[in-house]
T-cell receptor, first 110, second 117 residues
Framework: DAMVIQNPRYQVTQFGKPVTLSCSQT?????MYWYQQKSSQAPKLLFH???????NEADTPDNFQSRRPNTSFCFLDIRSPGLGDTAMYLC?????????FGSGTQLSVL | AQKITQTQPGMFVQEKEAVTLDCTYD???????LFWYKQPSSGEMIFLIY??????QNATEGRYSLNFQKARKSANLVISASQLGDSAMYFC??????????????FGKGTLLTVNP
């Protein structure tokens, strides 16, 4: 049974058109992460939540924002996607040393 | 700042043989964790094994073991008795302590392992 669920699996959007990616978890973990993984590259941390405390990485573009309305759900909003934002977006939760990842959303910006 | 280096972009191994995937790291932190993840073509990142910086014994999880050499700052993954299902991208990562005992991870660029029948 999937514990970290990301929807949709594939998302296509147009240059400049806002898009929201969603993540839900059934593990009741306090910590949730968003990673960006471009083709053939390592995942890169965008931001994370500890409970409702939001932590932005220093080099995360302002174009990327996140919402966490409750423990179970977390959203990634890209206000004005550029072509360079085409990537796999991975959501994860954490318990002690283990991170549990979802299957990711492959975003294509055309 | 933390950094992970994986020098092998691709590796090939025969089914049932052992394979070692290399990982070196750099950090100024005294306390840190080292991780290996597997990413099949489906995209999901699967946790394999964890080694704490103060753990004196090498971590093992089934067919996976982590060869931790702190002085050399290396954390190589050893997969014994390779299976066809082991074909995937493998990422080494280092953890910066975040909230509580949870980690923010910095990943290496990965090694693509192909297991041949």
């Amino acid at each position: 049974d999937a514990m970290v669920i990301q929807n949709p699996r594939y998302q296509v959007t147009q240059f400049g058109k806002p898009v929201t990616l969603s993540c839900s978890q059934t593990l009741n973990h306090n910590v949730m992460y968003w990673y960006q993984q471009k083709s053939s590259q390592a995942p890169k941390l965008l931001f994370h939540y500890y409970d409702k405390d939001f932590n932005n990485e220093a080099d995360t573009p302002d174009n990327f924002q996140s919402r966490r309305p409750n423990t179970s759900f977390c959203f990634l909003d890209i206000r004005s996607p550029g072509l360079g934002d085409t990537a796999m977006y991975l959501c994860a939760t954490a318990s002690w040393e283990k991170l549990f990842f979802g299957s990711g959303t492959q975003l294509s910006v055309l | 700042a933390q950094k992970i280096t994986q020098t092998q972009p691709g590796m090939f191994v025969q089914e049932k043989e052992a394979v070692t995937l290399d990982c070196t790291y750099d950090t100024s932190d005294q306390s840190y964790g080292l991780f290996w993840y597997k990413q099949p073509s489906s995209g999901e990142m699967i946790f394999l094994i964890y080694q704490g910086s103060y753990d004196e014994q090498n971590a093992t999880e089934g067919r996976y073991s982590l060869n931790f050499q702190k002085a050399r700052k290396s954390a190589n993954l050893v997969i014994s008795a390779s299976q066809l299902g082991d074909s995937a991208m493998y990422f080494c990562a280092i953890g910066e302590p975040g909230g509580g005992s949870n980690y923010k991870l910095t990943f290496g660029k990965g090694t693509l392992l192909t297991v041949n029948p």
